[in-house]
């Protein structure tokens, strides 16, 4: 099973800052990758997929890179409304066993 | 609109047996895959498995296979998630997100709003 890593767990931020958040896996995902936004009590929101491609409707200060093992999810300007839990997900391996990082928390500093 | 309504919360005692469901609206159901997302509390994701609506298709992440069984009706449109004998470790939120596009390599796009399962011992 592909093993995702991701970094830091939690980040404290001030409104306004940019923010780089870290996935890597166990293993090449090629560009399979995505990640998500969460908060309490609510689905998790897709942000971004196949690495670098916005999900409908997700602003562009939302952005991903990445291929291979190593991803990143940049938030540029940090709103209010982006302190939230933060998760990647690997959807390469097939037989599918589609794993989730355990999770980056942005708090405000 | 594309709309996944998921079944409401439940209680239930260990060794009991459940039925969640996930009624899909707003697209044609066989053409889209559907994942089973578990989340103990305060903890992270997990990813349970997938099913596609069009032939049932279904496979399990290895750390739930043979633990919950993953189906669909497609005359009613409706994705459903089954315990045969709960333990107290399947209190959780279950999640049913539907896929970009019409790829099983896709991510959940369209997520219900969640059931939460408690199970007491």
């Known amino acids: 099973e592909i093993v995702l890593t991701q970094s830091p767990a939690t980040l404290s931020v001030s409104p306004g800052e940019r923010v780089t958040l870290s996935c890597r896996a166990s293993?090449?995902?090629?560009?399979?990758l995505a990640w998500f936004q969460q908060k309490p009590g609510l689905p998790p929101r897709l942000l971004i997929y196949s690495a670098s491609t916005r999900a409908t409707g997700i602003s562009a200060r939302f952005s991903g890179t990445g291929s291979g093992t190593e991803f990143t999810l940049i938030i540029s300007s940090l709103q209010s409304e982006d302190f939230a839990v933060y998760y990647c997900?690997?959807?390469?391996?097939?037989?599918?066993?589609?794993?989730f990082g355990q999770g980056t928390r942005l708090e405000i500093k | 609109e594309v709309q996944l309504v998921q079944s409401g919360a439940e209680v239930k005692k260990s060794g009991e047996s459940l039925e969640i469901s996930c009624k899909a609206s707003g697209y044609i159901f066989t053409n889209h895959w559907i994942s089973w997302v578990r989340q103990r509390p305060g903890k992270g994701l997990e990813w349970m498995g997938i099913?596609?609506?069009?032939?049932?298709?279904?496979r399990y992440s290895p750390s739930f296979r043979g633990q919950v069984t993953i189906s669909v009706d497609k005359s009613t449109t409706t994705a459903h998630l089954q315990w045969s004998s709960l333990k107290a470790s399947d209190t959780a939120t279950y999640y049913c997100p539907r896929h970009v596009g019409d790829d099983s390599h896709a991510p959940g796009e369209f997520w219900g709003q969640g059931t939460p399962v408690t199970v007491s011992s």
């Open positions: 293993q090449s995902v090629n560009r399979r």
């Open positions: 997900q690997q959807y390469d391996t097939w037989p599918p066993s589609f794993t």
């Open positions: 099913i596609y609506p069009g032939d049932s298709d279904t």
